[in-house]
């Protein structure tokens, strides 16, 4: 991993590979590792950069509330440093509430977007209420939410068979530290609802969804794209698709590279 510097906080990225910019941002409690199996794939034609968002794997906190904003602020320092100007980003559920906060902070610097088991929404009340009741949780047996919380990103009848695979997402989500965990609870709780960018936009949108994820209700995501262009890849899995779905994931993603 290499590290930058970006307000005094230390960042961790990694990058791959030559040609288009490809910028992979994790979701909440995962780290750049998730992409591990699919960067091979990926950066045989394109320049892949792995972001650690703020909080999160190797890079370090940067308050006790990390908007969605401050993490593509990052995002964009990152890129600003490696002299990128255009890249398709890529972002896995909280990755893709900064995907989209980058698109609306950067539009010039968009060459295509994928949204990943992820929506472009803004928290319903009911929300809002649970990820209080998470930071409380985190805050009083931080092991067993984590543990927890990984099992229920996955559909009910694949938790059984990706047992060992759950058990490393668990691994990697435990080096979380509690602070990074609580200031993401807190910033995508209050993240802006960005539903106008998937019909106004000039770049190439996907959106990934699962018809049994667990966090987000298929049926009412699907409805974010009525009367736009985005296309849709619909697996029939739960909310891990670059686990649960690995094989078709990156056949799906290198289909959209190809073209963008």
Excluded at 43 to 71: A, F, P, W
Excluded at 164 to 178: C, G, M
Aim: hydrophobic share 40%; charged share 25%; with cysteine.
């Amino acid at each position: 991993m290499k590290q930058t510097l970006f307000k005094n906080t230390k960042i961790a990225y990694s990058e791959t590979g030559k040609g288009t910019t490809v910028v992979l941002l994790h979701g909440f409690l995962e780290n750049s590792t998730m992409w591990n199996s699919h960067i091979e794939a990926l950066s045989k034609r394109n320049r892949v950069i792995c972001i650690d968002l703020l909080g999160h794997g190797q890079t370090d906190c940067l308050g006790y509330l990390h908007s969605m904003e401050d993490q593509a602020d990052m995002v964009h320092y990152v890129l600003h440093e490696l002299k990128i100007r255009k890249a398709i980003l890529i972002g896995h559920s909280m990755g893709g509430y900064i995907a989209l906060a980058f698109a609306e902070l950067y539009p010039e610097m968009m060459k295509g977007l994928i949204l990943m088991n992820s929506t472009s929404r803004a928290d319903s009340e009911e929300r809002k209420t649970n990820r209080d009741r998470a930071v409380l949780a985190v805050k009083q047996n931080y092991t067993a939410f984590i543990r927890m919380s990984i099992a229920n990103l996955f559909s009910e009848n694949n938790r059984e068979r990706l047992n060992d695979d759950i058990e490393l997402v668990r691994k990697e989500a435990l080096k979380t530290p509690l602070q990074g965990i609580v200031a993401a609870l807190e910033g995508m709780k209050v993240r802006n609802d960005r539903e106008v960018l998937l019909h106004f936009a000039t770049y190439p949108i996907l959106l990934i969804l699962g018809k049994q994820d667990p966090v987000l209700n298929y049926e009412e995501n699907i409805t974010q794209i009525e009367n736009t262009k985005v296309e849709l890849v619909t697996f029939d899995d739960g909310h891990m698709s670059y686990i649960e779905n690995r094989e078709e994931l990156t056949k799906v993603l290198l289909s959209f590279l190809k073209k963008t």
